[in-house]
């Protein structure tokens, strides 16, 4: 079994320092397997942001843990146009890291970050021909055991947001970058930007998405959520014999605690919603959903 802690969309600057006090304590009594944080770790990309989403990231590797991330659009500079199109991610690689095609393997679990925020365009994101190659041969040669994980900040998908569940853009060149997907045997697709908890078999989203569980984390940190909502992450425990459980852990007003919870197994071709105390049985999990204007 392994477990991994899901948090996405942490944005220092607009965060809460007490919830993310209660991230740290969370991971440190709960010690997972590995910290994956996709994306947008700044709000706006300044300096004294990265400093403390940098800091944040020392604590945790500080307690032992190991950690994986992949930039937001919110990690590229948008006011500073000089910094935006001549050295987009200078500071990310600075404060955070400096490969922005991380990868983590473990007797379970192999993980890919790939990066899909770009300086032309302000909030959609987009994969190169080069990230698709890297996805095809990071893969290739992974033992058929471990389970096979891709992390980025924008999902592959479009994904239904708004109180009227309209689609978002999928990300640029979606069905070249789901063909890599399918053909590199990836079982998990890990990405936020939505502030939005969701998962769900990617062949019911699309039809070549390959043997794809899509799982999205709402905003672990951040204070940018509607009334009645709350920040949350997501934790993640493979299994050898393909099945996934995930567990949406919600901050209380005074720590993390576990919540809504969804188990699925994967038959060779397809995940399946097993059994589970899910509010959307079939269709995973679903919190509090957020809306177009916090799309980020
Ligand atoms: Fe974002
Ligand atoms: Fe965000």
Not at 76 to 103: A, E, G, M, N, S
Not at 233 to 259: C, M, Q, S, Y
Request: glycine share 8%; with cysteine; aromatic share 8%.
């Amino acid at each position: 079994m392994a477990r991994i802690a899901h948090l996405s969309d942490v944005h220092f600057g607009a965060h809460d320092p007490a919830v993310v006090a209660g991230a740290e304590a969370w991971l440190a009594a709960e010690r997972p397997d590995l910290v994956v944080i996709s994306g947008d770790f700044t709000q706006r990309a300044r300096t004294d942001q990265y400093r403390e989403a940098g800091a944040f990231l020392d604590r945790i590797e500080a307690a032992g843990l190991a950690t994986l991330g992949v930039p937001g659009n919110h990690d590229v500079p948008l006011y500073d146009v000089v910094q935006r199109f001549t050295r987009p991610l200078h500071r990310y690689r600075r404060y955070i890291d400096d490969d922005l095609c991380p990868w983590f393997e473990s007797g379970n679990l192999a993980v890919l970050g790939i990066n899909t925020a770009r300086s032309l365009t302000f909030k959609d994101g987009r994969i190169s021909h080069e990230q698709m190659a890297i996805i095809r041969e990071r893969f290739r040669d992974v033992a058929k055991d471990k389970t096979k994980i891709l992390v980025t900040h924008h999902p592959l998908f479009e994904m239904p947001i708004g109180e009227s569940g309209e689609p978002s853009e999928a990300v640029g060149r979606q069905s070249e970058a789901l063909r890599a997907v399918a053909d590199a045997g990836v079982h998990i697709l890990l990405a936020g930007h939505f502030h939005r908890s969701f998962t769900q078999s990617a062949r019911r989203m699309v039809k070549n998405a390959g043997p794809a569980l899509v799982i999205q984390a709402g905003t672990a940190t951040s204070t940018r959520l509607r009334h009645g909502e709350t920040q949350s992450f997501n934790l993640i425990e493979t299994h050898k014999n393909r099945t996934v459980e995930v567990a949406v852990i919600g901050w209380d007003g005074a720590a993390f605690r576990p919540g809504s919870r969804a188990s699925f197994a994967f038959d060779g071709e397809n995940w399946e919603s097993a059994a589970s105390p899910s509010r959307h049985p079939g269709e995973g999990l679903d919190l509090e959903g957020t809306d177009r204007e916090l799309r980020s």
